[in-house]
């Protein structure tokens, strides 16, 4: 062994770990010479009726004592034997046994035996516990010693030197402390005297530098015997030692790697994953780590080069993880997030390209063109000590997402190939989780980009209303839900307002509100009132459900969805409403009074119990009444009472003058820090209403005379309003449609222009028949109307009303014409 200093692990033996192994000294003449309480156990022979007599004497009769002699033979001839052999019990019966005989030599160039047998049967039953036993059973080396009771050396086997290094010669004759260092000898003497004292069985574990092997350090397990002549005296002490190197890697192997599990990934954030990588690492694998991603990856993005296509310069690294047993020793940039050029010529830049492992156990900071490169940071190298270095791709579905590496500078172990495939366990385990930060990172951005895209980014009420919006998901981690609303313009100056709240959540929900939220603003722009337009959307609800039937091996689910639409003019201040299933708004007056709107409930979108029809109900609202629309998420508490958190809702927004932006954040702070059960939504809209000045009508007969006396009314209330500029335009609108409404029908006409954020030019009449645009032929003399109306506006339509139909047409404003 070399004078290293060594770490002792002495520990009595448990009956667990006795190696249940019968051990005997055979002399030349095989004559047992020495015995111990563990053969006494195992074959009921005691110490006075074995020692001084044959061997044979515990050997079943027949032909297994008559071949003694020739097995005597044949384990001089090849120093030793090992294999399954019979044992006569004491009491008779016969033990099947696994046999190991060893060829021990003197300081007189003598020879003796030592024997070995473990009962095969009593394993069987028993886990094979203890390296002794498990050495045994699979014929690995095992070094044997004998001591006197002195404790000198006075017996050896070959294995012994090639566990340890120290020839024979320099141990006969000779204590432990004058071939081992006096820590390490002191400890082993300790336990051999406790063995002599005792008879009992003991185990000592330490760790070394042997001679035979200087390049790492060993672990051994010795178990020691005492031997006893025939008078059961204690007469000295055997060791038989077992290089367990392997076992403890492989143990000390499995104990990072399940520390790995907890530790590497406890966030899906890829910055984060990098530095529990390095953490880990350091110092149970390395002194340093380092953990550098290629750029794209923190920001969500995989790279697009596959392993073994990139060509060129690599690409640019980010810094994700950065640990250190002294973070002070290298005055490298350690600094997260700091961005990395790697040489082309690097072993860096080769790891990325290829994909593979680069072990350098001796670093050489003196040459190479990373080297020439960057001669300051390969100075600052030399100057940390760092004398070997691992650099390990993290790889994931054949792309290289970074780069891990490990150097050491304080343990001066330089890596070996173990060390190699720890590291790459480890990088691998964290690719794993990476690669899953990525995907979820990829599912993130593709739902908030469906949610960005299906949500108004913007809500504005128009003229008619002041809006303000705030919308929480259940799925945080993917910030998508079932619940919308939206505020759509119409014509005439009015605006609709709409919240709902499809079943469930995440991004199938979302996309389900999302095809009805087109759904919606497609029948908004047909200018159905709100039950027809819920009936039109429940009869879409149920198309969606008989398609997602035929969809081959899918399994059905039912959409259901709530929904409430209201449509608010402030001409008149009345505001139209029904819903299908869902809470009914709030009204809050200017004095901060409370009512819960009187709606008939009406059944739930897609749940086929469309046969009772939705209800419209009609309301006229003081200007300045705010109108809270929500979802049943915002006001359901822990025992189910939707009053409750209705009327805190109230109480909430009941605070006349203030903003409405404010009261939102007011209701979404004092929601309950813990996840929602349901997705929230609030819209939240405070009326205004028109002063006459903006609005002119007229009643018009029913008469051709009415053509040019409406242009003449028309024109004069837009010099009344400064927009002389826009009275030829507006002149031929009104011709035409008064004309059309002349033509086709026969009762009263109503003309009315509105100016608010346009203006407004209105035809109503008593015929529900709609116009259609006409693609006239060059010959035909009428159908052009419509078509002159189209390109003169900004856009135009018609809507149905209780007693016929009103044609309406935009014209833009000027800023400064226009009322906000």
Known sequence: MTNTDHTPLAKPVSPGEIPDAAIAVIDADGTVAAWTQAAERLVGYSAAEVVGRSAVHVLPPCEEARRASLFAEQCRAQSGWSGTAAVRHRDGHTLKMSLRVSLLWGQDAGTRWLVSVTDIGALSSEPANGPVRESLLAHAPIGIVVYDPQLRCTWVNDAMERHDGIPRDRRFGRRLRESLPA????????????????????????????????????????????????DGTAMGVCSMT???????????????????????????????????????????????????????????????????????????????????????????????????????????AVALRTGRSHLEPVLDTQAGPWVD?????????????????????????????????????????????????????????????????????????AALTLQRDLLPHRVRGGAAVEVASRYVPADMDHGVGGDWFDVIELSGARVALVVGDVVGHGINAAATMGRLRTAVGTLADLDLPPDELLARLDDTVHRLNDEDADVFDHVPTVVGATCLYAVYDPVTRRCTMARAGHPPPLIIDAQGRVTIADLPA???????????????????????????????????????????????????????GSSLEDLCSQVIEALPAQAQPDDVTLLLARTRVFEPAQVASWDLPNEPAAVPAARRLAARRLGDWGLEHLVTTVELIVSELVTNAIRYGDGPIHLRLIQHQVLTCEVSDTNTSHPRPRHPRTLDENGRGLFLVAQLSRRWGSRSVTDGKVVWAEQALPPAAAFA
């Open 183 to 230: 820590v390490e000898a002191e400890a082993l003497e300790v336990v051999m005297r406790q063995v002599l004292q005792s008879g009992t069985t003991m185990v000592h574990e330490y760790r070394a530098w042997p001679l035979s092997d200087g390049r790492r350090e060993h672990a051994f397990s010795v178990s020691f015997f005492c031997l006893q002549d025939a």
């Open 242 to 348: 077992v290089d367990v190197t392997g076992n403890r890697r492989a143990r000390e192997r499995l104990a990072i790697l399940s520390e790995a599990s907890t530790r590497i990934g406890s966030t899906l954030d890829v910055m984060q994953t990098g530095q529990e990588l390095a953490e880990l690492a350091v110092p149970l694998l390395a002194d340093h780590a380092l953990v550098d991603m290629v750029e794209s990856v923190p920001f969500g993005v995989e790279p697009s080069a596959r392993i073994g296509t990139t060509s060129g310069r690599p690409p640019l690294l980010r810094r994700a993880g950065v640990a250190s047993i002294d973070m002070g020793l290298l005055e490298l940039p350690w600094v997260r997030e700091e961005v990395i050029h790697a040489h082309p010529s690097s072993s860096f």
């Open 373 to 445: 490169h960057d001669p300051v940071r390969a100075q600052k190298v030399r100057d940390s000590g760092v004398h070997s270095l691992m650099v390990v791709p993290i790889r994931a579905r054949r792309c290289v997402l970074g780069l891990a590496l490990f150097g050491r500078s304080e343990e001066q172990t330089p890596f070996q190939e173990d060390d190699l495939l720890l590291a790459e366990e480890l990088v691998t385990r964290a690719a794993l989780c990476l690669d899953n930060a990525l995907q979820y990172a990829r599912e993130r951005t």
């Open 602 to 656: 009406g059944a739930p979108l897609g749940l086929g119990l469309g046969l009772v029809p939705f209800e419209s109900v009609e309301l006229e609202l003081p200007e300045g009444s705010l109108l809270a629309f929500y979802s049943d998420g915002l006001v359901e508490s822990r025992d189910g009472n939707l009053d409750v958190g209705t009327s805190r809702l109230g109480a909430a927004l009941a605070q006349p």
